[in-house]
């Protein structure tokens, strides 16, 4: 079993939908969560970190359930920009990090 | 200010030969880590550097695969004998610290073993 899961989509959506991923994690000691994004060809960068109580940026939240081992994002009103791959990440063994393989979203007119 | 650097851009071998690639993390990163992202696959982790802590090897694929770090600056990552399986674009990422610090990625080498 890997030590995140995604569902690797894609996730096709109109513009102005609400789009939800998830992500599981197998590793019940692990401490820290993130959700980074990709453009295609271009490096992963950290859209958000995720924290116990759940957090909000804009129109992109982030959830934890440590009970079940998820992770979660919401995005509200998607846009054309938000097309990308979304990248889980958990913290692994020490300080290294695990990321998931990615939920690609594409936004559509 | 500047942010990760990394060099070549784009290298393109032949089997068999042995390539070096570079990583120039931020200044005053303490982690530095080396990734493998084959064409439409996530992110492999390779290997992590810590300070002066012995690095966690656990993902090199093989011993053709090794990487060097002087202190808490440069780091190379070397393949021997290079192998077509090898070709993908190899990222590197540092942060502040390890763990719970947001990594921030260089643009990677795009390597082809032809």
């Known amino acids: 079993r890997k030590e995140v899961e995604q569902d690797p989509g894609p996730f096709n959506v109109p513009e102005g939908a609400t789009v939800a991923f998830n992500c599981t994690y197998s590793n019940s000691a692990s401490q820290s969560f993130f959700w980074y994004r990709q453009d295609c060809r271009k490096e992963p960068k950290l859209l958000m970190s995720?924290?116990?109580s759940g957090n909000e940026d804009g129109r992109f939240t982030a959830q934890l359930n440590r009970a079940s081992q998820y992770i979660s994002l919401l995005i509200r009103d998607s846009k054309l920009s938000d097309s990308a791959t979304y990248l889980c990440v958990g913290t692994g063994g020490g300080n290294k990090l695990t990321f998931g393989t990615g939920t690609q979203l594409k936004v559509e007119l | 200010g500047a942010g990760v650097s990394q060099s070549p851009s784009n290298k393109v071998t032949e089997k068999g030969k042995d390539v070096e690639l570079r990583c120039d993390p931020i200044?005053?990163?303490?982690?530095l880590y080396w990734y493998r992202q084959r064409l439409g696959q996530g992110l492999e982790f390779l290997i992590y550097f810590q300070g002066n802590s012995a690095p966690d090897k656990s993902g090199l694929p093989s011993d053709r695969f090794s990487a060097e770090r002087t202190g808490e600056s440069v780091s190379t990552l070397t393949i021997q004998r290079t192998q077509q399986e090898d070709s993908a674009v190899y990222l590197c990422a540092s942060s502040l610290d390890g763990g719970s610090y947001e990594q921030y990625f260089g643009p990677g080498t795009r390597l082809t073993v032809t």
């Open positions: 995720v924290y116990s």
């Open positions: 200044s005053g990163h303490t982690a």
